[in-house]
């Protein structure tokens, strides 16, 4: 164990989260997101929600503040009705963490592209829909 380490990060994550450099992406991916289809590397965190990840690591992660977007989200497919109230949340979240207002919205197919591309693959059991979300690591300053 570790102190101010949050709990709900495994070992194999954090591994991955100190692996990354500046400019890599990983993607917190929701419950029917075909993470190990798409993965490099995938990590299992199935118990868990995206927000609650997601403010976990960025409690050790910084965001990429040399980009317009560090932050990038699943659009809502055309003519889908769904309304991702859990945006809201990551919203609230990156700004209190990092003071980021801007996020990007990416069309379904060219997410999972981009995807593909993404250092590392987070697996949730997240039941919101469209709860995928790309985060672009930034510089550890001190």
């Not at 990429?64 to 109230?85: H, Q, S």
Request: no cysteine; net charge negative; hydrophobic share 45%.
């Amino acid at each position: 164990m570790l102190k101010k380490i949050p709990d709900i990060l495994s070992p194999e994550l954090l591994k991955v989260l100190m692996e990354m450099g500046h400019s890599d992406e990983i993607v917190i991916a929701d419950g029917n997101f075909p993470s190990a289809a798409m993965a490099k590397r995938l990590i299992r965190l199935d118990g868990h929600g995206v927000d609650k990840i997601l403010e976990a690591i960025l409690e050790l992660m910084p965001l990429d503040t040399y980009v317009p977007a560090p932050v990038a989200l699943m659009e809502v497919t055309p003519g889908d009705t769904y309304k991702p109230i859990i945006w809201d949340d990551y919203k609230r979240i990156i700004m209190n963490k990092e003071g980021i207002h801007q996020l990007e919205f990416v069309e379904r197919f060219a997410f999972y592209e981009r995807a593909k591309k993404a250092y590392a693959i987070v697996a949730t059991g997240e039941q919101a829909l469209y709860a995928n979300i790309i985060l672009k690591k930034g510089v550890v300053k001190h």
